[in-house]
């Protein structure tokens, strides 16, 4: 595998591209403060004329995210939209798809997941599917605490909804699990789940849409680059959807990709990638 280019500044490659598709969690910011080297390159990016979606596997609605991201700092003009895998997810249950009545694995800071959703949540004997948005409390429990209850609804033949393909982020220092924990192990067990959000088709599709309406005209993919550091969400979504990625080392793979955040070394990342069978377009170690 030839070692894509690693690049210092986003500056060094951004007139090849009209849109980013830019994660948050690990890119602009560990959950508990905005980076403000990445928040600038958006802004920059932006002022000369380009576009940013915030794309996101947040299982929330995008004006919640948006509400959270000025709770952690962010500055004003660094996006133009957000997609979140909430919203992707949401489409599907406003379809109708999950029936009327679904029992709920989450947290509280998840309720905005369901406003003016057509669905009642309902004890697990009573529901029609599983939709799930995280754990209960993720700095506390791990999967294994979901498995009694995960066995129960695959053996009721419950469809499972993932609303975060995410396994694990990190928040400041302290890894926690996500949803797409439980929908790796429920889909273990044998039960059926459908995922919404990156390195999954739907996202994409919903992503494309919500950005030819705000931006009034249709973008080429080749004028599209992703921006994250997921090697199994962003990296995987990007190479699946046929998208450039600008892959971030100093997220989740700062460890594997050589211990230095700020950037990676080549013998490590190479490795890594190789371990993957995944290539993005370019590698950077922090966006700025």
């Given at each position: 595998?030839?070692?894509?280019?690693?690049?210092?500044?986003?500056?060094?490659?951004?007139?090849?591209?009209?849109?980013?598709?830019?994660?948050?969690?690990?890119?602009?910011?560990?959950?508990?403060?905005?980076?403000?080297?990445?928040?600038?390159?958006?802004?920059?990016?932006?002022?000369?004329?380009?576009?940013?979606?915030?794309?996101?596997?947040?299982?929330?609605?995008?004006?919640?995210?948006?509400d959270q991201l000025a709770a952690l700092g962010a500055p004003d003009g660094i996006s133009d939209?957000?997609?979140?895998?909430?919203?992707?997810?949401?489409?599907?249950?406003?379809?109708?798809?999950?029936?009327?009545?679904?029992?709920?694995?989450?947290?509280?800071?998840?309720?905005?997941?369901?406003?003016?959703?057509?669905?009642?949540?309902v004890a697990m004997a009573d529901a029609d599917s599983v939709i799930c948005t995280g754990l209960?409390?993720?700095?506390?429990?791990?999967?294994?605490?979901?498995?009694?209850?995960?066995?129960?609804?695959?053996?009721?033949?419950?469809?499972?909804?993932?609303?975060?393909?995410?396994?694990?982020?990190?928040?400041?220092?302290?890894?926690?699990?996500?949803?797409?924990?439980?929908?790796?192990?429920?889909?273990?067990?044998?039960?059926?789940v459908r995922t919404f959000g990156k390195p999954h088709a739907p996202i994409y599709d919903y992503?494309?849409?919500?950005?030819?309406?705000?931006?009034?005209?249709?973008?080429?993919?080749?004028?599209?680059?992703?921006?994250?550091?997921?090697?199994?969400?962003?990296?995987?979504?990007?190479?699946?959807?046929?998208?450039?990625?600008?892959?971030?080392?100093?997220?989740?793979?700062?460890?594997?990709?050589?211990?230095?955040?700020?950037?990676?070394?080549?013998?490590?990342?190479?490795?890594?990638?190789?371990?993957?069978?995944?290539?993005?377009?370019?590698?950077?170690?922090?966006?700025?």
């Open positions: 595998m030839t070692l894509p280019p690693i690049i210092e500044s986003l500056d060094e490659i951004s007139d090849q591209y009209d849109v980013l598709l830019c994660d948050l969690w690990g890119c602009l910011h560990n959950g508990m403060t905005v980076f403000p080297a990445a928040a600038g390159a958006l802004q920059r990016f932006r002022a000369k004329g380009g576009a940013v979606a915030l794309f996101t596997n947040a299982p929330r609605p995008a004006w919640s995210v948006i939209l957000v997609v979140s895998s909430g919203d992707a997810s949401r489409e599907s249950v406003k379809a109708g798809e999950w029936g009327s009545r679904v029992y709920f694995i989450g947290a509280d800071k998840d309720e905005p997941f369901f406003k003016d959703l057509p669905v009642t949540r209960r409390n993720d700095e506390t429990e791990t999967p294994e605490d979901y498995r009694d209850e995960l066995r129960e609804a695959q053996l009721r033949g419950l469809p499972f909804l993932n609303a975060n393909p995410d396994i694990v982020v990190d928040r400041g220092d302290q890894r926690l699990w996500c949803s797409g924990a439980l929908a790796r192990d429920y889909a273990a067990m044998g039960g059926k992503g494309r849409k919500q950005l030819s309406s705000v931006l009034g005209r249709d973008i080429p993919d080749d004028r599209i680059l992703c921006v994250g550091d997921g090697v199994h969400t962003d990296l995987k979504g990007a190479v699946s959807e046929g998208l450039d990625c600008l892959f971030v080392t100093g997220g989740l793979a700062t460890a594997e990709t050589g211990g230095d955040a700020e950037r990676p070394d080549p013998a490590k990342l190479e490795a890594f990638l190789a371990a993957h069978s995944l290539s993005p377009r370019w590698v950077i170690g922090r966006l700025r």
